[in-house]
């Protein structure tokens, strides 16, 4: 969308020229000369706030576009909350504002997000802007369905809410049950439902970034509905995080802590029931500290050969994930090539 640039004003140049004299032979130099130039004057910054629906960087209303209005914009001292004089505006109906007279220089200009509509995130706040004196300055910002952060950060966000976050794949879809993607960064580790991502050759050591909805379902955290945004390919093995049956166990309690849904490792855990006590696909683990619950979903395991598989007062060493069913804390398997028998001495 065109703006109007035309309530923009030009204002002329005012230099200073300091001549300096040519030194005589023999003449000392002054520690700090005086700089040649002294500029002065003030210069106009225009710009437009739009919601960016599809996040291409460009307006386009045909993609959900639309322009953003009643936003309070302001431009303050560079890393500062100093604001210039006059130096506040606010976006019109077609989310344009206007703002004249303002020093030349880089300043900050601030977006008052408790004026940004439900909906609309503003991912770099403030904006630099430089100001030159008779060049016009235009900015444009684009609100986003959601901004890019670190996993921690998204499980504290309510739920409902429409995150985007980033993370080495640990468990790709589909592997541990149909729906099912793990992901890990340097904060967290996360459960991702959702068909989307099911035939995208999506493998672990993959990097993706994803969009969702925060929910808990069954005490577990998670987001639902993921897009996918970015995949890169083979980018970092995951390696697990050594942990005890007992700290998984005492995980469960809260879906926000930090193991759940995690990548780790439980060794010479040893099996002291039979799969189909309480449910078919679960049975009680002990490494010696305490026991948790371990799940063999679809993916791993036929669930009718559990007990084959597995036998009761052997020990094994897994790589899986910590997660909880209702609050009981459970390992999950990520597949049986990664699950070992060991001695249990």
């Known amino acids: ?10 204002r002329a ?48 209303p045909s993609d959900g576009d639309f322009a953003v209005s009643g936003v309070g914009v302001e431009v303050r001292e560079r890393n500062t909350t100093s604001a210039f004089s006059g130096g506040q505006a606010q976006t019109d109906a077609s989310g344009q504002f206007l703002i004249e007279d303002l020093p030349v220089g880089t300043h900050d200009l601030f977006i008052d997000e408790s004026t940004v509509p439900a909906g ?3 991912c770099a706040n403030p904006v630099n802007v430089s100001i030159f004196v008779n060049e016009p300055q235009f900015v444009s910002i ?8 670190p996993i ?10 429409v995150v985007v976050v980033r993370g080495i794949v640990t468990a790709f879809p589909g592997q541990i049950e149909n729906n099912f993607t793990y992901i890990e960064d340097e904060t967290a580790g996360l459960f991702i439902f959702g068909s989307a991502l099911m035939g995208k050759g999506i493998e672990v050591g ?65 099996l002291t029931g ?45 790589n899986g994930f910590a997660a909880n069913f209702r609050g009981t804390g459970q390992f999950f398997p990520r597949s049986l090539a990664d699950v070992q028998e060991v001695p249990c001495e």
């Open 13 to 60: 140049v005012t230099v200073a020229l300091a001549f300096t004299p040519l030194l005589a032979l023999g003449a000392t130099c002054d520690d700090e000369p005086a700089p040649p130039f002294d500029i002065s004057g003030t210069g106009d910054l225009a710009g437009f706030i739009f919601f960016d629906a599809n996040e291409d960087g460009r307006f386009d």
């Open 274 to 318: 039979a799969f189909g006590v309480t449910n078919v696909q679960n049975a009680p683990i002990d490494d010696g500290s305490g026991a948790a619950e371990m799940r063999v979903d679809d993916g791993v395991a036929d669930r009718t050969q559990l007990n084959t598989i597995f036998t009761v007062g052997k020990c094994y060493s897994m």
């Open 152 to 161: 921690a950060e998204a499980k504290t966000k309510p739920l409902g809410e």
């Open 206 to 270: 993959d990097l993706i970034e994803v969009s969702g909805t925060t929910t808990v379902f069954n005490g577990q955290f998670e987001i639902t509905g993921p897009v996918l945004r970015v995949h890169l390919k083979g980018v970092a093995v995951p390696t697990p995080r050594l942990v005890t049956t007992a700290e998984i166990a005492a995980s469960g309690s809260d879906p926000l802590h930090d193991l759940q849904n995690r990548f780790v490792r439980v060794e010479k855990a040893r």
């Open 120 to 122: 609309v995130n503003i």
């Open 142 to 149: 684009d609100g986003r369905p959601g901004c890019l952060i």
């Open 1 to 10: 969308m065109p703006f109007d640039r035309t309530v923009i004003r030009r």
